[in-house]
């Protein structure tokens, strides 16, 4: 019990990580696969924030009479990782855009279909 | 102060060439001009080589490193016996081939004239590397550019034809000499930590039992250009070049340098001793004998004149691997004498078939009929350098088989004397009746139109007249190339 | 005073570049502003290499604060090296790029596309420098970002596609990467590379260290292309500008091994690699990867889909050093990292050189072109012999030292897949010298016969790299010896 309930941070990382992975694999559709991608990045943010939080740490804001604080980093880290996760989907969907531009479609199977006629 | 000036001397064997080819582009426009240069240097070559020989005969060793690749790995030419002989076979043979390409080139136009001189002097640089290296890494790295500068050559015609024995040939001889010979190399750095050729041999103690034995045979087949059988097919193959090419790099150049590297390894890097002790090299004289047997019956088959020539190289070529793997110090002699006899006398023998084709465009042996009174010239070398092939005196060949056989009776090698003595047989029976047919039969019996021809251009029936007087002399003056070999058998 | 800074200026030179070249009016300008900073980038990554390979360290604290806890690039030979071998190719690229770019990309996209190299360029050096595995991540995501964005420019509809799959397994080869990043600071509480080794001995049983690594590990092997997880490659390499192709082969792939030996070697430790699977899973996978690619190579009909192909293939060999987990499998995967930088820049330049003359990159349009481009037919030749590893190259060093890495390890079938792996090379090397060399027939005959040599601008800058390739294939003191003083660092512990 301790196993599932001590560790639910993690577990709600990995149930995320696993749904946004299965839909960028699954799915055909080119948005559904950077929704999925997205998903599977902020699991990743979740674990970062989740490991820096410390058992009755205070915000990390220097303040008197609190001298146990948690651990500030993997929040700056993880803010970085947001810019480049914005980042990514805003050049992902630029592509989408281009290829329905290109090919009319975003689904996988007719690029791929058009593709091979060609 | 005499071995400084050899050491120049060496870079120059190997430079001229190469600045041959650099001329020969900047009067790529002017024919008359680049063949004169063509002679020029490839006297000048002679002259050079030639000029490195008394050191060699007072026992000097000249070594000169140009560069170090890999730390304890240095780019090395040595000057020593063997190299020294193969170096002037080819320098000697040169420009009598050049004179002889003029003369086959103009006389049958053929096209990229200025390609193909480029490509030969290239080869000839390669050639001169491969007899002066001083350690394996320079003797690969000389092999490999020979191999890569005569595709050209082979494949000079560029049709169809061509492409695919370009194919054959770069494929054998680049996957034998990567997949085995480099490995070979490269296991006996990891062994010794040196790969200088040293008289007494580098692996010895180093290496025994089975692996000895697969690293023997990793070399025998990674030199593919020695053409031991089943790696021989690229020789065959590589007969669609032009008969100058065949000539002076099938029948000298680039065979030579496959048997002269066996040679090299077994003195120089396994040292004799150790093979002695071994059972490796009775497997490679096997296979060497039947090689032999094998290619001369095949030779016996055809019907077209230079594959039949190809076949009978692949087989005395066979004679030379025969030769060192009796271990025998008059053997090691025999092979270093084949070298040079088999040269004069095979060289002779395309110049001819050569001389046939520009003449009259015949190419099968079945054509051939009283062909001898239209080209009395060609033909009588011909048959010298037939007889030469066959190891009759008064020809050199008859030098070489005659130390094979006391170097083989002196080790009591019995299966060597009968492959020498079958062989002999052989080589008679696919010769002879050449010379018959030529002779003795009598024009207009084969089939097709009878064509009116008489002897080849003069540059030709100089060129090959000087191999077949090479062949004669050879035996009466033995002199020079017996002092070479005879220096080899203190090893 | 500004010495110290120069390793810092080496990443944020291009950094800088970057806006100022996407806001400059499109022609000439943006070229030649980015030239100028690639070559001066050249020049501080040289004085770098002159620098550490004496066996110095040198450690940069940016913005003045200490490491572990600021960011720290440190760096030794291996940085130096791999530092070198980008900004030179990026060098190299840009004056080639000139024509080349004109011809295939739209003029109003110009100063966007330079200005997208750039920080291509910024994200690769920054890689090679830095010393925090945190960094390493945001300038993977730079160079990754840009280079997706560089692909899409090519000029057939396919190139969008290609860039898309390609950025979404790189992002997620980089969130693993960034998951296994996160595992560690858990339990060591710190991203410096120096620091985490000296933590991670004393956690190696714990089992979030091996998935750590195990992340780690596959996040980069998608990022370096290790089959089987390299599918994005080929349509990569085959659909993108020329340029960036030559660009991406020759550096992109290198940093990401690069940051495999770092990780392998440095921040975990091969006596930690040898308690997991994974070292006879990376000679696994590249045994799979050099026989199967190079066989895929040779039945490929377009010239530079067979170039990535091999690309593929050569991965494997770089892998094999790492795999076999020695000092001279470092050295040999640092070397053959430098020579293949060489020998597929040069290839893909020569390549380009065809394209742009021919404007197709099917093997069957080149038919002939050897006598009318004579110079581009040696460079292809030159960098193919250096490619199969003849003699003479820089090729046969790489192969050389791998040979050796294995023979020491008496592992004879690993000896065996890299002779084999030059024996295919040779069959699809020669089939582009095949078509180029003989005559053409048919139809391309007329048409073929008009085009003519290389322009000069593209010309020196393959020349160089051939030259290169020669070079380097008789002097090796810069390649052998700068590798063997990295792993000395990379691999503590070696003694000299």
Redesign the interface.
Known sequence: MDMILGHYNYWMVIIIMMAG?YT?ISRGN?VK?IVG?NI??VS?FL??IS?GNVKDGATPIIEKGVDLYSNPL?HV?IL??IV?GV??TA??LA??V??KE??GTIEEDD?HNQ?QSL | MISLASEKLIILAMLLPLLAAVLIVLVDKKPNLRDALSIIISLALLATVLSLLPSILEGNQTSITL?E???GLP?TFTLEPLGMLFACVAALLWPVNTLYSIGYMRGNKEKHQTRFYICFAIALSCTMGIALAGNL?TL??CY??LT?STY?LV?HK?NEDA?KA??VY??IL??TS??FF??AI??T??LTGTLDFKAEGILAGKIAGPELIVLLFLYVYGIGKAALMPMHRWLPAAMVAPTPVSALLHAVAVVKAGVFSIVKVVIYVFGLDMLRLSDGADWVLWIAGFTIISASIIALKQDNLKRRLAYSTISQLSYVTLAVFILAPLSIVAAALHIVAHAFGKVTLFFAAGSIYTASHKTNISQLNGIGYRMPWTMAAFTIGAISMIGLPPTAGFLSKWYMLQGAFQQEQVFAVLIIIASTLLNAAYFIPIIYTAWFKKEGQESGELVVHGEAPKAIVFALMTTASLTLLLFFFPDVPLQLAMLLRCY | MIENHLSLLLVVLPLLAAPIVAVLPNGRLPWAVSTLVSWSVFYLAAWQLMNVNTGNVISYELGGWAPPWGIEYRIDAANALVALIVSGIAALTLPYALKSVIKEIPQQQHALFYAAFMLCLTGLLGIAQTGDI?NL??FL?ISS?SS??LI?LGKK??A??A??QY??MG??G??FF??GV?LL??MTGT?NMADLAQRLPELYEHRTIHTAFAFIMVGFALKLALFPLHVWLPNAYTYAPTVVTIFLAATATKVAVYVMLRMVFTVFSFTFIESTPADELFLLLCVMGILGMSFYAIYQKDSKRLLAYSSVAQIGYMMLGIGLGSVLGATATLVHLFNHALMKGALFMAIGALVYRVGSSRLEHFSGLGKQMPWTFAAIVIGG?SL?????TAGF?S??YL??AA??QQNWLI?GVI??G??LA?IYV?KIV?VL???ATGEMEQHNTAVKEAPLMMLIPMWVLVLANVYF????ELT?GTAQQAVQLLIPGVNK
């Open positions: 992975f960028v080119l696969k991608l599977f990045q990743v674990l970062y490991i993997p880290l970085t990782a480049v980042a990514t050049l992902g592509l989408v281009r290829i290109a090919y690029i593709d | 560069l690749i890999v730390p780019i890494l690969f790295i490999e550019l890569l050209p494949t560029g492409k370009g194919r770069l494929g680049l996957s990567i997949g480099l490995l490269l296991w750095w990891h | 945190f991540f945001v995501e970002l997706y964005a899409s509809r396919q969008l596609t860039a898309y950025l979404i992002t997620i980089a969130t960034i998951i996160g600071y858990a991203l012999l199969i590893g003849v003699p003479g060093i192969k050389w040979v050796l023979i020491e000896v002779l084999i030059s024996l040779v020669w095949e060399y003989f005559k294939g008789f002097n090796t052998v």
